[in-house]
């Protein structure tokens, strides 16, 4: 601290003692005498009065904007929390996709959710246009908006096509398994592979199918954006020979 | 008072993020007849049942299962029960096997009205001397 400083400060404290002083010995007038000295006018008060009405409602107003400001953000942490938890929790994650997935020790549960109304009806078998060479259909059976089907090779290498329905419960081996989210048809889609077995649950025309064979990942793909519905091929066939 | 307000809303926050996991767990843990049952899911790598009461009490029941590239056959039983005194009767079964990986089952059966229904059924898959089994619970209807 040089000199100059120091001397600045020291007139400060001179001044403020100073001051100090003067306020305790000042006779401040009383409220009570001030009025009986001063009267203002009636328009004067009223004015007044208005501008302590007026100060009032800024205040009012900013101590709301804040307040606001403070639930909103709390809010938006709340939301921010929720939405997080709810995507990360399985069960509820993948409800959005039309199906419910309960991952449990050993395997996968899954049911189907069907409050939300398909795109289109489906009229007639859902089947898929592309098989692995070798593979044919040995095995199809319907029951309730719900059908099984099977596919096999020479070599008895087999590959379901299953069709859930609303009443259906299934289960997937999904322990140890490697998981991974797809796309397919548009829509998410999971994929299992275990033991050389893929395992593809997804959805076409808002209905959910599952797929699984000793396939690779392509091919069973390439057979779920297959699916045609059958019938409605038949019946464009049956125009054009026409 | 706004600390307390700050406090209130952490908590809320902190009971929901605790909440929503834990319930989500909670429908795991459903079990047979009151009885837990631990499913081992070796052999078989896909199954499935399917219930419906259709409105002239008749229950449409399936069941199917899908087993890895070896086995030597697969078999599945059914139990169609009945909600009676707080607790789950079997009013009626069904065995279906199958040599080969997979195996699928159908069967229609008429209901009694006034009580609530559901379908169990057990898998098993064998390959050799060792086997595997599963079980899954249908989703209960009441007619």
Redo the contacts between chains.
């Keep these: 601290m040089n000199k100059n400083t120091l001397n600045e400060r020291i007139l400060d404290e001179i001044i403020r003692y100073a001051v100090t002083n003067n306020i305790e010995e000042t006779k401040w007038t009383r409220e009570e005498e001030l009025a009986k000295r001063y009267t203002f006018s009636a328009s004067h008060e009223q004015k007044m009065q208005q501008l302590f009405k007026q100060q009032k409602r800024k205040e009012k107003i900013a101590h709301m904007k804040r307040s606001a400001l403070k639930i909103a953000a ?1 809010v938006l ?2 939301l921010s ?2 939405f997080v ?2 995507m990360s ?4 994650r993948v409800n959005i996709l039309n199906f419910i997935n ?6 996968t ?1 899954v ?1 189907v959710d069907e409050t939300e109304k398909p795109n289109a009806e489906i009229q007639g078998e859902v089947m898929p246009a592309y098989l692995p060479e070798g593979y044919e259909k040995v ?1 199809f ?1 319907y ?2 908006d ?1 059908y ?1 089907s ?1 596919y096999q090779d020479k070599n ?3 590959i ?1 096509l ?1 069709k ?2 609303e ?7 999904s ?1 140890d398994a490697y998981m991974e989210r797809l796309i397919v048809n548009g829509h998410a889609a999971e994929y299992y592979e ?2 050389s ?1 893929s ?1 593809l649950l997804y959805r076409y025309e808002g209905k959910v199918f ?1 797929l ?1 064979g ?1 396939i690779s990942k392509n091919e069973i793909i390439k057979i779920a954006e297959s699916l045609e519905i059958k019938r409605y091929k038949y019946f464009q066939n049956k125009l054009k020979s026409l | 008072m706004v600390k307390i307000k700050y406090r209130i809303i952490f908590c809320l926050v902190l009971a929901f993020v605790l909440c929503v996991p834990s319930s989500s767990n909670a429908m795991d843990n459903r079990d047979l007849d009151g009885s837990s049952y631990v499913p081992v899911w070796t052999l078989i790598k896909y199954a499935d049942n399917n219930f419906y009461i259709n409105p002239d009490g008749r229950a449409s029941m399936t069941a199917s299962i899908s087993a890895y590239s070896g086995i030597d056959r697969v078999s599945m039983t059914s139990h169609l029960q009945r909600y009676v005194n707080n607790t789950w009767v079997t009013i009626k079964h069904w065995t279906h096997e199958n040599s080969g990986t997979s195996a699928f089952w159908s069967e229609d059966y008429y209901v009694s009205t006034g009580y609530s229904y559901r379908l169990v059924t057990y898998f098993f898959a064998y390959k050799g001397t060792s086997a595997d089994s599963a079980s899954l619970i249908s989703k209960t209807q009441y007619y």
């Design positions: 709390g942490i709340f929390v929720s938890t709810v929790v399985d069960a509820l309960e991952r449990l020790d050993n395997y549960k049911s095995f059976e029951k309730n719900y099984f099977t008895g290498n087999e379901i299953v859930l329905s009443w259906t419960t299934a289960g997937i081996d322990e275990k033991n077995n395992t599952l699984s000793p």
